[in-house]
C-alpha cells in the first residue's frame, strides 16, 4: 500500500523541501543582491542562495527550505482518505551592511516577497501538481541573546502550509 495524492494517482515525485524551493525560486522577483541566480548575467557575483536544508553560511543571502509536520485529518469515517497540511519554514538569512549604510530594507524585502508568492498561489489553477492550496503563516525574526545592531547575521522564518488530499491504495 501507498498514499497517492489526489490528482497525481502516485506518491508526489519530490520531497515538499524540493517543491517549496523550485516553486519560490521560480516566482522570485527581487533584483540587486537579492536577485536569482539565473537571471544574474556571466561574470557578476552571485550573492543570493536558495538551498534546501539548514544555512551553510556560503553566500551572504540565502533562502532555506525545512519540512517541520504533517497533520491529517480522516475526510470520511472508516476510509483510507486524508485532508493533510504539510508545514514548512523558509529561514531567510543575510549578512548585514556596513555600519554607514544605518538600516537598510533587505530582509525585510526578502519578508515581504516570500510572502506576495505564498499568498499569490491561485488554487483555482494549482501550480504544483497535487497540491490544492498553499496557505501563508506568517513569518518572525529570529534575535538571540548577544544579538545587536552590528550583528552581521540577520535572519527571519517564514511559515507555510502545503494543502493537499491523499488515499492509501494498494
Known sequence: MVFAIDGLGTPFPNSFEKMAHDYIYSKWSLTGNLQKHATIPLGSDKKIRFKVGFPDYKKPYEINFIKIRT??????????????????????????????????????????????????????????????????GGDERVY???????????????????????????
Open 71 to 136: 497533520d491529517a485529518k480522516a475526510d470520511e469515517v472508516g476510509g483510507h482518505h486524508y485532508e493533510c497540511l504539510t508545514y514548512m519554514d523558509v529561514a531567510l538569512r543575510m549578512k548585514r551592511l556596513p555600519r554607514d549604510t544605518y538600516v537598510n530594507r533587505e530582509l525585510n524585502d526578502m519578508e515581504e516577497e516570500f510572502s506576495r508568492i505564498i499568498a499569490g498561489y491561485d488554487a483555482l489553477t494549482p501550480e504544483i501538481a497535487g497540491v490544492e492550496n498553499l496557505i501563508w
Open 144 to 170: 538571540g541573546g548577544t544579538d545587536n545592531f552590528a550583528t552581521s547575521n540577520w535572519r527571519s522564518i517564514g511559515h507555510f502550509a502545503f494543502w493537499y488530499h491523499r488515499t492509501w491504495v494498494d
